[in-house]
């Protein structure tokens, strides 16, 4: 398994609490992913990093912020979570092959986030 | 608007049979085109991947086979197993452009394999 984990791994809160998820690498690879599954819609890009600091919006970026100020962390902040972000959220990472990424995405355990 | 179609959004089984899960894609800058499965509780793992310079591509059990006129791809399952039973998600990507923005997936097929 890649080395990859995810933390919290269950979390419930209320609306409009700040809520902070991290997912940590060992394999030191460059790209970062964040998707949220959910029924019927199956894996939405949040946002993504392609190094430290160099992040970018995914296709349900709304509502979420993310920084890497390390190769191996990369963390998902929802600033006042709402009830439409009760989701699993699920960290991906990627190897890069002469500096592209290689598209093979591997994936972690998931945290299970539930907005009150 | 969505890149990437799948379905059967269900698909039921019977032990040794073939299972077909079928996708369809609309960006044609598309060149890399894997297949994911997720067990309940777990995150989705590769199970095989293909490039648009073949039609076919094999492992064991599992095939993928690639239109590029069409815009379509598929998954065959045979002999299907009941540890087979999981959620598949087709997905796309612009590996020529870097792939540095992820994969776009479909939305998933639920597999039961009947003993």
């Known amino acids: 398994d890649a080395g990859i984990t995810q933390s919290p791994r269950h979390k419930v809160t209320e609306t409009g609490t700040p809520v902070t998820l991290r997912c940590h690498q060992t394999?030191?690879?460059?790209?970062m992913y964040w998707y949220r599954q959910d029924p019927g819609h199956g894996l939405r890009l949040i946002h993504y990093?392609?190094?430290?600091?160099?992040?970018d919006k995914g296709e349900v970026s709304d509502g979420y912020s993310v920084s890497r100020s390390k190769t191996e962390d990369f963390l998902l902040t929802l600033e006042s979570a709402t009830s439409s972000q009760t989701s699993v959220y699920f960290c991906?990472?990627?190897?890069?092959?002469?500096?592209?990424?290689?598209?093979?995405?591997?994936f972690g355990e998931g945290s299970r986030l539930t907005v009150l | 608007q969505q890149q990437v179609k799948q379905s059967p959004q269900s698909l039921i089984v019977q032990k040794g049979g073939i299972s077909i899960i079928n996708c369809a894609y609309e960006?044609?800058?598309?060149?890399?085109f894997p297949w994911y499965q997720q067990f309940p509780g777990k995150g989705p793992a590769l199970l095989i991947a293909?490039?648009?310079?073949?039609s076919e591509k094999k492992e064991g059990r599992f095939t993928i086979s690639f239109n590029k006129s069409a815009k379509q791809f598929s998954l065959h399952i045979m002999d299907s197993q009941p540890g087979d039973s999981a959620t598949y998600f087709c997905?796309?990507?612009?590996?020529?452009?870097?792939?540095?923005?992820?994969?776009?997936f479909g939305k998933g097929t639920h597999l039961i394999i009947q003993p």
């Open positions: 293909i490039r648009p310079d073949v």
């Open positions: 991906a990472i990627s190897e890069s092959n002469r500096g592209r990424s290689t598209g093979e995405l591997f």
């Open positions: 960006n044609t800058a598309f060149d890399y």
């Open positions: 394999e030191n690879h460059r790209y």
């Open positions: 997905a796309a990507s612009m590996y020529s452009g870097g792939g540095a923005d992820g994969l776009t």
């Open positions: 990093s392609y190094g430290v600091k160099d992040t």
